[in-house]
């Protein structure tokens, strides 16, 4: 294991005011008994999901259409991001049996894609890089036909040939959250590097070129609107397909304040920039989170590419 130094978590913090949240961003607690069979199935393979540790608001909905985004390499994470609900410490061992546990919930439900995350690993050699190609294939040995979307760490300080060991596992989507502007780095998230994940999407898409990659970022946490087209700019010149933008929800009154809810159409304004930019799907309202909607967004971004090669073509 690499020797990290663990940042102190949200308890460190002082308090920051909460904000009322507007009427667009309630959302339905969950009844439907799908909801609950998804739950059930999750405790039962002992797998962490993103949905939960962020206090995700669309859990509900998410769960209730059997789509979850689990959660690898533990539950514990070696960073500290202001905006991040998931806990901060002294991370576990990595647990061997996560990829069968994976490929079992995929088989079970059936699903036809699925979205694969994991905490930041530090302290491991690789940051992790070879459990996220264990649990690819582990999911194809088991069911080829699920299309897998991955949403990675950054890899700081790791050995380039950990990326390259997943873009050679071929996932389908190769996602990587730029989460903020680069102004906003050092306050929001203080463990990373926005040029560093700039070029770690650019480093996918020139091993890869017919690989989709993906980004996202939080609105509403001090941010102006040129830095955000900026940002696009940025992702367009790493070749980026896909971007997501949803608005910043504070989890605690530990983490960053939401400075601002921005209105949807706002929204709406971010998403025709970025299409006039050339993205090829663009994803943009207050409750966009990088792995909502991702099975039918995925069917949509595979649509788009091919009616652009034919538009190419003729
Ligand atoms: S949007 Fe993503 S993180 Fe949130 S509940 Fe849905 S799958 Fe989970």
Known sequence: MATVTVKAGPESRPDAPTRRKPDWIRVK??????????????????????????????????????????MILGDTCTRACAFCNVKTGAPQPVDAD????LADVVETMELEHVVITSVDRDDLEDGGAFQFVRCIEAIRARR??????????????????????IVAAAPDVYNHNLET?????????????????????????????????KSGMMVGLGEEKREV???????RSAAVDFLTIGQY????????????YVAPAEFDGYAKSARAKGFLMVSASPLTRSSYHAGEDFQQLRAARAAQLEAAAN
């Open 249 to 260: 929800l504070q989890p605690s009154v530990r983490h960053h304040k939401v400075e601002r």
């Open 98 to 101: 996560e990829p069968r546990h």
């Open 29 to 70: 607690a969950p009844t439907r008994p799908v909801y609950f069979e998804t739950k059930r199935l999750l405790r039962e393979k002992r797998l962490t999901t993103v949905c939960e540790e962020a206090a995700c608001p669309n859990v509900g909905e998410c769960w209730s259409k059997r789509h979850a985004t689990v």
């Open 229 to 235: 087209l900026q940002v696009m700019d940025d992702l």
């Open 144 to 165: 080829p036909r699920t299309t897998i979307e991955i949403l990675t760490p950054d890899f700081l300080r790791k050995p380039l040939s950990a990326v390259d060991a």
């Open 181 to 213: 502007v680069p102004r906003l780095y050092r306050t929001v998230r203080p463990g990373a590097r926005y040029y560093h994940s700039l070029k770690l999407l650019d480093h996918v898409k020139t091993r890869d070129p017919a690989m989709f990659t």
